[in-house]
């Protein structure tokens, strides 16, 4: 555990002075009150000589008192609200190594969601948290920072017709009866990594150290679509070393999830919508797996080193597909990757296409820029030295930071004396700087050829030459493939040919989320979709069914291009708002100009 914290701008927690070390949770789930209630008891280290505060951050909790665990009351101060960071609590601790803080958390707790029997597939209620980046103090006060890591245990009362899991690796798998579930969590990790969920689940074994959790309609096809799981942690390992957190499940949530999955320890939080029938979308398992090294083992120090975690994690979540798929597959997502990094480097400001970033809020949602122009750098770093010499460096990297905190700072000096000035290259060869510290993408960038994506332009070509669409060689491809399909048509392309894209392929209402977003970014540019009202009622139902954050944004957001579009947008989302995480709630917020919630 380091002894010295970075400062984190997004936490008022002041870990040098006095750090939470373990934390034990006593919980009450109160659905009908929508509330978690019970105690937080912490247990502290005293790093700097004669520090006596302890200071946590905290959203909107409802404080019920702070004990030191023996009966006496210690005095705290709670800070005024910030929109962005809550508040500041301060407990005078004194010399005391334990603080035991009743509460219970409130409406306005943006991890939870929490939601109703018609929302879930089982026609029961259900809990899911969701603490990334900086939501963990809404319901667990607690030094909310990426570079703090604590152990946890956790006792959890919920109904007796639920199961309770958590990022423990102590899960159940069948209900107790008399719905107190207790979980451990020895290896220390971050807040934001705590996680808990709630509902009417049933586990499928996977293989010795893997399994599925999902609602009872649900779990069979999570089952399926997630079958290759145990080879992918295998194929991890003879990358970049052991698998180091015991288990690795998978929790398939309600479709309000907010991401396409979440990389909490030993049990991955994942929306439906990668069950797409075909497997084709089981790269976002590779991607949070990759996270148990690169995120979950050695972790961005604060959120403005974000690229550390998911960049990384992107490079290893490919290496993974090559392993498990081969290098033609992968060369299909790279490129779709560097793709959606030029539609991203159109979005942002230039200053937050750098890698180390300068974000106010972090909740209001990275772009995919940290994401791949990350893995970008590091697949130019591969190019220069080799891949021989990069892998034997990662997993030195993985070995030597393991369950610690890294900065960009630390990484680059790290990086220079361990692989570049060994290679004889120094940082004006790769042109690090640029690539870190400027807008863009430096001139040095590696390119990604793609014989199937040749066939997807060769069939392409063919169709702007006048061959229908039904006509077209499509019978082999696979998903990456009608994904570029989508991408590589033109915005003028007239209605009549949209149409006729869309009754061969069915783009509209496709199970695959990637291709559907992408096709409805299409037609919405291409002002198709205000022509056609199936075309629009079936953009309303993606928008409606699905709350995976990343997608719906991107379909908003083209939506909110044009006054039309913006009208049609916010009605759209009158409706579908209610079901939404918080996560989402805000950043579609965000997007339509809505200061306030919206009402029906």
């Known amino acids: 555990m380091p002894r010295t914290f970075a400062a984190d701008p997004h936490s008022y927690a002041r870990p040098n002075e006095v750090v939470v070390r373990h934390v034990a949770l006593d919980l009450t789930v109160d659905f009908d009150a929508e ?66 803080i009743r509460y219970s958390t409130t409406g306005d707790a943006r ?8 929302q879930t597939a089982s026609g029961k209620r259900f809990l899911f948290t969701q603490n990334q980046p900086i939501l963990a103090r809404t319901w667990i006060p607690s030094q909310d920072s990426p570079g703090v890591r604590t152990s946890y245990e956790a006792v959890v009362r919920v109904p ?51 399994g599925v959790y999902a609602e009872p309609s649900v779990v069979d096809a999570a089952a ?6 145990e080879k992918m942690i295998a194929a991890a390992e003879r ?9 690795y499940d998978l929790l398939v949530l309600p479709p309000s999830f907010p991401y396409g999955g979440m990389e909490n320890p ?41 690229w550390l975690n998911e960049g990384f994690t992107v490079y290893f979540e490919t290496r993974i597909d090559e392993e498990m798929y081969g290098a033609a597959y992968t060369s299909m997502l790279l490129r779709l990757g560097r793709q959606e990094l030029d539609q991203w480097l159109e979005l942002e400001k230039p200053r937050d296409t750098w890698l180390e970033l300068d974000l106010i809020d972090p909740d209001e949602g990275p772009s995919k820029i ?112 009608f994904w570029h399909f989508v991408r590589a048509l033109p915005d003028d392309l007239p209605h009549e040919r949209f149409d006729d894209v869309d009754a061969a392929f069915g783009f509209s209402t496709s199970g695959n989320i990637e291709i559907a977003t992408a096709w409805l970014e299409k037609v919405i540019e291409a002002g198709y979709l205000f022509e056609r009202p199936e075309v629009d009622r079936a953009m309303a139902d993606f928008l409606t069914r699905h709350g995976r954050a990343l997608y719906i944004r991107k379909v908003y957001m083209k939506l909110a291009e044009t006054d039309r579009g913006l009208t ?33």
């Open 35 to 100: 509330r978690l209630s019970g105690t937080a008891t912490l247990d502290l280290e005293h790093l700097t000589p004669g520090a006596d505060t302890l200071v946590l951050d905290t959203w909107r909790l409802d404080l019920a008192g702070v004990t030191d665990g023996e009966g006496a009351d210690l005095p705290f101060d709670l800070g005024d609200h910030d929109e962005i960071f809550g508040q500041r609590l301060a407990i005078t601790v004194g010399d005391r190594d334990r603080v035991v």
């Open 111 to 118: 991890a939870l969601q929490w939601l109703a029997p018609e």
């Open 160 to 210: 007796s017709d639920l199961l309770a899991v958590m990022s423990s690796g102590t899960n159940p798998t069948e209900r107790t009866d008399d719905g107190v579930y207790r979980f451990a969590m020895e290896t220390p990790v971050p807040a934001y990594l705590i996680a808990l969920a709630v509902g009417d689940l049933e586990f499928r074994e996977l293989g010795e150290r893997s």
């Open 224 to 229: 399926w679509e997630f079958a290759d799981t």
């Open 239 to 247: 990358l970049y070393g052991p698998y180091r957190w015991g288990r």
């Open 266 to 306: 030993c049990l991955t939080f994942a929306t439906p919508t990668l069950l797409a029938g075909d497997r084709s979308l089981v790269t976002v398992v590779a991607h949070e797996l990759a996270h148990s090294w690169s995120g979950n083992l050695v972790t961005n120090s604060t959120w403005n080193d974000i």
């Open 370 to 481: 940290p994401y791949e122009k990350g893995s970008l750098f590091l697949r130019m770093i591969e190019a220069a030295v080799g891949r021989e010499k990069f892998d034997v460096f990662l997993r030195g990297y993985f070995d030597r930071f393991a369950f610690e905190s890294m900065d960009t700072a630390t990484f680059l000096a790290y990086l220079r004396s361990e692989l570049l000035e060994p290679a004889g290259l120094s940082d004006d060869d790769l042109q690090i700087e640029a690539w870190v510290h400027a807008p863009g993408v430096p001139s040095n960038e590696p390119h990604f050829a793609s014989d199937a994506f040749d066939v997807v332009d060769e069939q392409v070509a063919l169709f702007l030459g006048g061959r229908p669409a039904g006509d077209l060689e499509t019978a082999d491809w696979v998903s990456q493939q």
């Open 568 to 600: 049609r947008a916010r009605e759209v989302y009158a409706i579908a708002r209610p079901g939404y995480h918080p996560v989402a709630q805000a950043q579609i917020d965000k997007v339509l100009g809505l200061t306030a919630p919206i009402v029906e």
